[in-house]
């Protein structure tokens, strides 16, 4: 909110952005997709999008990888497909750096190419907090708008990175996993455990050299007990090889999205939100605790404890 701006301005500003997202526009969409991030404003957008349990309208595909796995060009490559299949799409693309370097706005714009009159497609790229590697504040709110608007389908391209991913899981329809032939990627995400979560793995760059053997151990590191069967398929977004089969896949396997799990994660996360609005306000309490530990000689995790336990005692 900025200085001088009363509730009542806000909702007379969000009313007509409301009113002109509902007319289908997009400079309105764009505008709520950016205002979801100030706590003032997602309130409201809450209030307006009314969806403690909506229904679920778009297939919601989360694509992720590590850096230059390949995502954005095969999100590009996939979105003159679905429009010839009179798919409308939105992308968000979860930027994990710093938006002032600008160069990963502009890379994924120009990895995406698509014309700029074409009505179906929407585009956004998102920053991500320092320290939120990979994964957008406030995604679900942005998933949901993107929804309501109308897009048939909702694509997110994010960085993996672990955990902000295995959250993403939960978001979505689809999670696709891409891994780059001969990257060493598979180790790594194994250990995170996205391996295992992720509904698709697909090995990207199918044209260069390796792309079979990689999906080959893939594929053997899958069959092991413990993972949940799942296939591993080969894309080359550079070859146009294997894209149609990903997108009669995404459309014709039962999509994930469990909304019982889905809602019960999101006011969890808001309720995490709420608390840590309040426990912000509650210097002296912070402080009264770490002058107490260091004159118990409390290690850190007595002392935190202590403070959640007297946090949650105050009415909290
Ligand atoms: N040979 C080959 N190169 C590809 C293919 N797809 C993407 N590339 C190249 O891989 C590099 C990275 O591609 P991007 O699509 O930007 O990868 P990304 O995963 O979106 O990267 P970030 O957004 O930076 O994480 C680019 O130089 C692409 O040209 C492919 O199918 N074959
Ligand atoms: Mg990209």
Not at 153 to 163: C, K, M, P, S
Not at 195 to 219: C, H, M, N, Y
Not at 227 to 240: E, G, H, L, Q, R
Request: aromatic share 6%.
């Amino acid at each position: 909110m900025q200085a001088g701006e009363s509730a009542q301005d806000l909702d007379l500003v969000l009313k007509s952005l409301w009113a002109a997202y509902q007319q289908g526009e997009r400079r309105a969409l764009a505008r709520l997709l950016t205002l979801v991030d100030q706590a003032a404003y997602r309130r409201t957008i809450y209030k307006c999008l009314a969806h403690a349990f909506p229904e679920q309208t778009s297939l919601t595909v989360a694509v992720t990888g590590s850096p230059g796995a390949g995502k954005s060009t095969l999100i590009g490559k996939l979105l003159p497909l679905l429009r010839q299949q009179g798919r409308t799409v939105a992308v968000l693309a979860c930027d994990p750096r710093s938006p002032l370097t600008g160069g990963a706005l502009l890379g994924d714009r120009i990895r995406m190419p698509v014309p700029v009159d074409e009505q179906g497609i929407y585009i956004r790229s998102l920053a991500t907090p320092p320290g939120r590697q990979g994964i957008a504040e406030n995604l679900d709110v942005r998933i949901a708008l993107l929804e309501k608007f109308g897009f048939d389908w909702v694509v997110i391209e994010t960085v993996g990175v672990g955990q902000a991913d295995v959250a993403i899981g939960d978001l979505v329809d689809f999670l696709v996993l891409l891994i780059p032939p001969e990257s060493g990627d598979e180790i790594q995400w194994e250990k995170a455990g996205l391996l295992e979560i992720a509904d698709l793995v697909v090995v990207s760059k199918g044209d260069l050299p390796g792309a079979a053997r990689t999906a080959a151990q893939l594929q053997q590191t899958l069959n092991l007990p413990g993972f949940p069967p799942k296939p591993v398929t080969v894309v080359s977004a550079a070859k146009n090889l294997g894209l149609s089969d990903l997108v009669s896949r995404l459309m014709q396997s039962p999509r994930r999205r469990r909304l019982q799990e889905y809602y019960a994660r999101r006011l969890l996360l808001l309720a995490q939100e709420i608390l840590a609005e309040r426990f912000a306000e509650k210097k002296d309490l912070v402080a009264r605790v770490l002058e107490e530990a260091r004159q118990n000689g409390w290690d850190t995790w007595e002392a935190a404890c202590e403070l959640a336990r007297r946090l949650s005692e105050n009415g909290h």
